[in-house]
């Protein structure tokens, strides 16, 4: 199951009818369920490390404003890449 958006409330009544459950990057504690979890600020930082690769210095990121973990994980891995580049990452990129 992919749900980054339900309620914890309505994963844990969905729960409640399986006998076991695969959710796919988001943490949720109960026994019968098992996670598959995404690197997501590895993936920032191999991403951005690309683009580097070929020459690229003004890489700009777009995520959007809503919070989740994921999106500011992959911003961590991003700017981590920037400064072990030396650039400094600005919030223009």
Known sequence: ?????????????????????????REFHLPNVSLIMIDNVRGGYLATEHLLSFGHRHIGMIAPQIYRESKIKRVQGYQGALKAAGIEPGPKL
Do not use: P, W
């Not at 914890?8 to 729960?15: V, W």
């Open 1 to 25: 199951m992919v749900s980054s958006f339900a309620h914890e409330e309505k994963l844990a009544t969905f729960a409640d009818g399986y006998t076991s459950i695969v959710l796919v990057n």
